[in-house]
């Protein structure tokens, strides 16, 4: 599997990341939710799972005219050439969730080769909507709950910001009261654990105080 990679100017990347109207048009009801379409196609057999078939998969559900009314946008706004407008569109739809999680994939995998004895499953998309859980870990039964964030999660701190973490926080909270597990947040940074050792340390933390992992 590969990441997508884009040849998008600078310039005029920098433009389209300050245009508020352009923003609003990338809403869920405008394009779809993405995380949700996602998850519906990891676990829908009649899709390989690979950044192909996640494009293929996106049309199949979402009317590819929204992308366009939106990219002559970008020309009509912005001056930009209808190329690099679809580039900035596809990216900003299709490439960063796909991104997104070919890197929460690989940090799960690096945890595989840690931790053999334990099983980590993709949650559901309910799971991730009502109790801030991307994946979870069991052995005979459901260890922990995992998020996984970019570290520049763990920085923002504009007031919209800090509600939108409180919001997950009450949700990490109901998570382990609901299930009765520990919940761990991991983060990333350039596609690589930040602090790996401290992820370590918590599970091992977790395995340590549970007697029927093994």
Known sequence: MQYFKYDIPKALY????KDNKLSRMFWSSNVGK???LFDKFMFD??????????????????DREI?????????????SSLVDAKKYVFHRILGQTWNGMLKEIELIDQLKVEFPQIKFNKTTHYIDENYFTDWEAYSKT???????????????????QLKSKEHHN???ELYKQTFNVP???IYYEDNNFYDKQYVLNQ????????LNVY
């Open 142 to 160: 459901l260890l922990f709950g995992i998020q996984i964030k970019p570290i520049s999660y763990k920085h923002m701190a504009s007031p919209f």
């Open 203 to 210: 599970i091992n933390t977790i395995l340590a105080m549970k």
């Open 34 to 36: 993405c995380s949700e």
């Open 67 to 79: 992308l366009n009314k939106i990219s002559y946008y970008i020309v009509d706004t912005h001056n």
């Open 45 to 62: 057999r009649d899709y390989s799972f690979n950044e192909k078939e996640w494009v293929r998969y996106y049309f199949d559900n979402i």
């Open 183 to 185: 919940h761990i947040i």
């Open 170 to 172: 009450k949700q990490l």
């Open 14 to 17: 920098s433009k389209l990341k």
